[in-house]
Nanobody, 122 residues
Framework: QVRLVESGGGLVQAGGSLRLSCTAS?????????INWYRQAPGKQRELVAV???????NYADSVKGRFTISKDNAGNTVSLQMNSLKPEDTAVYYC???????????????WGQGTQVTVSS
């Protein structure tokens, strides 16, 4: 099973920046695969923040567009989330998720990291 580990969380003032990383135990990007960043704040539902595909296409939640950037390294074992202009409402535990739907002839998978805390002070 693939192991995902998030890092880079911490405490930052509003307007500051953090860079989160999700590192896999092995290369996990393959055709039609996605890496998702989710976040969950206390008392709120888990929210999809950003997505990058194995082909490099990206998508973002409206709440973070223009502030967050998702990227992957050439080896395909690390995905980063650069977070700029942070706001208190960005405070949450951030999770990386490697996902691919099982659509023949491709096998599916759904792996999760343990999460990393991001706290943005006012």
């Amino acid at each position: 099973q693939v192991r995902l580990v998030e890092s880079g969380g911490g405490l930052v003032q509003a307007g500051g920046s953090l860079r989160l990383s999700c590192t896999a135990s092995k290369t996990i990007f393959s055709i039609n695969g996605l890496i998702n960043w989710y976040r969950q704040a206390p008392g709120k539902q888990r929210e999809l923040v950003a997505v990058i595909s194995s082909a490099g296409s990206t998508n973002y939640a409206d709440s973070v567009k223009g502030r967050f950037t998702i990227s992957k390294d050439n080896a395909g074992n690390t995905v980063s989330l650069q977070m700029n202009s942070l706001k208190p409402e960005d405070t949450a535990v951030y999770y990386c998720n490697a996902h691919r739907d099982r659509i023949a002839p491709f096998a599916g998978y759904d792996y999760w990291g343990q999460g990393t805390q991001v706290t943005v002070s006012s």
